[in-house]
Nanobody
Framework: QVQLVESGGGLVQAGGSLRLSCAAS????????MGWYRQAPGKQRELVAA???????EYAASVAGRFTISRDNAKNTVSLQMTSLKPDDTAVYYC?????????????WGQGTQVTVSS
């Protein structure tokens, strides 16, 4: 089991920055991939960024160059630094953890944090 708690969402003007954090209840070294997803009203949930245990990162094309995902293994946290925010970035952002075991793959989600970007 992994509990994920997000923080850092809020309201920001276009062009501004926000930093989201996700605290995991267990060591990140036991989690294959940590990621951030987002879901805007009326749209499907989409991958924003992900990072694995080797710190290899992946970004959605829409955020590449503006968002940076990072991990702090000592604090069991993953962060998403968001810059040059646009109104289209408005969504609920969810932290995600993928844990691999001999019994298969387990996926865990945080409760979500709202990010609103005003024009």
């Amino acid at each position: 089991q992994v509990q994920l708690v997000e923080s850092g969402g809020g309201l920001v003007q276009a062009g501004g920055s926000l930093r989201l954090s996700c605290a995991a209840s267990r060591s990140l070294l036991s989690i294959a991939v940590m990621g951030w997803y987002r879901q805007a009203p009326g749209k499907q949930r989409e991958l924003v960024a992900a990072i694995n245990t080797d710190s290899h990162t992946e970004y959605a094309a829409s955020v590449a160059g503006r968002f940076t995902i990072s991990r702090d293994n000592a604090k069991n946290t993953v962060s998403l630094q968001m810059t040059s925010l646009k109104p289209d970035d408005t969504a609920v952002y969810y932290c995600n953890a993928v844990v691999l075991s001999g019994r298969g793959t387990n996926v865990y989600w945080g409760q979500g944090t709202q990010v609103t970007v005003s024009s």
